[in-house]
């Protein structure tokens, strides 16, 4: 069926129309305006309308790449019904390298907000109404907090079978069946009734090739699920994502400076040594244990640790750990990018495997 035309913003765009909008957030008081800039793309054929927004936490910035290289794919001009891509929600935090923003809330922890709120509140409340409210589907693009790194992962409520389907088609080795945390977008969108599924990659105020790559393989991979983009005539056969049901960090028992031993998507068995703290002024050596058998999917990047600090994220299974270890490392071997010299490069300057 043709698609009707969609509006946003106070903008209506038309079936088979693209178009970039401001919507305008608070003013500054240097008189500056803030806008949150929007992408639509909306197809001839009507369809689900997909969200995909980056940048609530505005030092994480691989989904803004991720949406970047979304947008130049030339099959979204085929696509049936509506992205709405938005690669900065939090622009203030973007522009000085903060998960914050300048009131010191986090945005992802104001939803639903309210007009009449803190800042903070006020553009959780635009993006609820401007953007979810408008939307049938939602991709929040996250990653680790700063000094941590966390192994591409899909955090969602699998106790829907729509949002199942999203996350098993994003195709990655590790998705977490995670609880909603309050006030944050995942909440607000799962109120409204909008399945959305948190991918969660690499660290803050860095990119990373990988998670990048990933990122942009499972949003394709939901949009052929939703019937937004064709399926694959002959799909190459993966092997379906193992559910983990049950993370938990592991804890410094001590202060001291840490050698991590086990690398992200590494595993952990039980009993064995994840890490060394050191006490940087003595001789002492105290040791960091695996509780359970489980593997790696977030560290910090933080030699200098607290006693209590959360080390390393592990992530636990039902069955054997090693079927998850495997698919963790054909991911790893897929996705890598070849910087041998003489590989010819891709339109991103990237070897082109
Ligand atoms: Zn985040």
Redesign the pocket.
């Known amino acids: 069926m043709r698609s009707k035309p969609f509006e946003i913003g106070g903008h209506v765009i038309q079936p088979g129309e693209q178009k970039t909008i401001d919507i305008p957030l608070a003013a500054m008081a240097t008189h500056n305006t803030i806008d949150m800039t929007v992408h639509v793309i909306h197809g001839k054929q009507e369809g689900p309308r997909l969200f995909i927004s980056a940048a ?2 505005g030092d ?1 910035l691989n989904g803004v790449d991720i949406i970047r290289r979304m947008l130049k794919q030339k099959q979204l001009k085929r696509i049936k019904g509506t992205i709405i891509a938005i690669p900065v929600v939090n622009v203030h935090g973007f522009i000085t390298h903060s998960r914050y923003l300048p009131d010191g809330r986090d945005l ?1 922890r104001s939803f639903p907000g309210s007009s009449k709120g803190s800042l903070a509140g006020r553009m959780a409340n635009t993006f609820l109404k401007e953007i979810v409210q408008k939307c049938t589907h939602g991709i929040d693009l ?2 680790a907090a700063r000094h941590r790194d966390n192994l591409p992962q899909i955090r969602a409520d699998l106790s829907s079978e729509v949002v199942k389907a999203m996350a098993l088609k994003f195709e990655l080795p590790v998705i977490i069946d995670s609880k909603i945390r309050d006030g944050s977008l995942r909440q607000a969108a799962g109120d409204a009734g909008i399945p959305i599924i948190l991918y969660e990659a690499g660290e803050a105020l860095r990119f990373n090739e990988v998670a990048i790559r990933a990122g942009l393989r499972g949003i394709i991979g939901v949009m052929r699920e939703l019937g937004m983009l064709p399926s694959l005539k002959k799909k190459e056969v993966s092997k379906p994502s193992i559910v983990s049901t049950n993370t938990s960090w592991v804890r410094a028992p001590y202060s001291g400076i840490l050698r991590a031993l086990v690398p992200l998507g590494g595993k952990a068995e039980k009993g064995s040594i994840l890490g060394v703290i050191a006490d940087p002024l003595g001789e002492n050596e105290y040791q960091v244990v695996a509780p359970e058998d489980g593997i790696v999917i977030g560290r910090t990047n933080l030699p200098l640790v607290y006693e209590g600090d959360a080390l390393f994220h592990l992530a636990y299974y039902h069955q054997k750990v090693d079927a998850v270890l495997d698919q963790v490392e054909s991911f790893q071997e897929k996705l890598e990018p070849d910087y041998s010299m003489n590989a010819p490069l891709d339109p991103e300057g990237f070897p082109i495997q």
């Open positions: 609530i936490h994480e992802n996250h990653t």
